[in-house]
């Protein structure tokens, strides 16, 4: 069975950095790309970012871009983000998603909740 | 810009109605159209991709149409666990991988 396990979310300061971290376990980690979306507390969903399953191409959401950074350790089968410069909007929960579409393989962690406020 | 528009954004209905929503494309997906089931303090759930497929252990109350532009999933006869929030998104590993704004459905 697929687990995903999102670790590294807290309290930030305005311009602070935090790494979230992803677990997977269940299916060969290197054969899928990987995910992340937020959610803003009473909002909806928002495609951040993705990786290729050789870590070789990403992808950014403009709200995002040049201030996090996405990486993958296939070797611990692992899944990062990097978030520099946070700004109190990108205040949500982050989940981490395992997905293939095309088919009915879609599988989410729990998520990890970012609060960035002073 | 990509965007994907749901309708209604809440929609209040009783248990045993038919429940009727709408998610609108800027430009075509073709059939890359998913559908989300999301609970409170819940991760979202799976029902439907490629516009028309029910995802594994998904009821067959639920159903998808359309291509293109315009998309409907369908909730034949609601029970009572149905009453959430549904997301469409375009479904792909390459931008953009936009989701809709959300319908929440609620008891009416």
């Known amino acids: 069975e697929v687990q995903l396990l999102e670790s590294g979310g807290g309290l930030v300061l305005p311009g602070g950095s935090l790494r979230l971290s992803c677990a997977a376990s269940g299916s060969t980690f290197s054969n899928y790309a990987m995910t992340w979306v937020r959610q803003a507390p009473g909002k909806g969903l928002e495609w951040v970012s993705v990786i290729s399953g050789s870590g070789d191409t990403t992808y950014y959401a403009d709200s995002v871009k040049g201030r996090f950074t996405v990486s993958r350790d296939n070797s611990k089968n692992t899944l990062y983000l990097q978030m520099n410069s946070l700004r109190a909007e990108d205040t949500a929960v982050y989940y981490c998603?395992?997905?293939?579409?095309?088919?009915?393989?879609?599988?989410w962690g729990q998520g990890t909740l970012v609060t960035v406020s002073s | 810009e990509f965007v994907l528009t749901q309708s209604p954004a809440t929609l209040s209905l009783s248990p045993g109605e038919r429940a009727t929503l709408s998610c609108r494309a800027s430009?075509?997906?073709?059939?890359?159209l998913a559908w989300y089931q999301q609970k409170p303090g819940q991760a979202p759930r799976l029902l439907i991709y490629?516009?028309?497929n029910r995802a594994t252990a998904i009821p067959a109350r639920f159903s998808g149409s359309g291509s293109g532009t315009d998309f409907t999933l369908t909730i034949s006869s609601l029970e009572p666990e149905d009453f959430a929030v549904y997301y469409c998104q375009r479904r792909s590993n390459w931008p953009p991988i936009t989701f809709g704004q959300g319908t929440r459905l609620e008891i009416k």
């Open positions: 490629d516009a028309s």
């Open positions: 430009q075509s997906v073709s059939s890359n």
């Open positions: 998603v395992k997905d293939l579409p095309g088919t009915t393989f879609n599988y």
